[in-house]
């Protein structure tokens, strides 16, 4: 399966201009929206997007939501 995604961002909702496989794996990676123009800190593995808050006060568990926000094909 080498059909390709486009990553939607997590904060608006906009395609980035990232695109990924169904086996691409992204740690501690930089994704800007365009659209928003913000930058959000993301692990992505099977297509699922986990953001990485910067640290604070926060325990490590809070620091971080799973959300799947990928759409759009070739």
Same mark, same amino acid.
């Given at each position: 399966? %080498? !059909?390709? +995604?486009?990553?939607?961002? /997590? +904060?608006? %909702?906009?395609?980035?201009?990232? +695109?990924?496989? =169904?086996?691409?794996?992204?740690? =501690?990676?930089?994704?800007?929206? /365009?659209?928003?123009?913000?930058?959000?800190?993301?692990?992505?593995? !099977?297509? =699922?997007?986990?953001?990485? +808050?910067?640290?604070?006060? !926060?325990?490590?568990?809070?620091?971080? !939501?799973?959300?799947?926000?990928?759409?759009?094909?070739?």
């Amino acid at each position: 399966d %080498g !059909q390709q +995604k486009w990553v939607i961002c /997590p +904060k608006c %909702g906009g395609k980035t201009r990232i +695109k990924i496989r =169904n086996d691409t794996v992204l740690i =501690n990676f930089p994704l800007f929206c /365009p659209k928003c123009r913000k930058e959000t800190l993301i692990d992505l593995k !099977q297509e =699922n997007i986990t953001i990485i +808050k910067e640290p604070d006060a !926060q325990t490590q568990a809070d620091d971080q !939501q799973s959300m799947t926000v990928i759409v759009g094909s070739f």
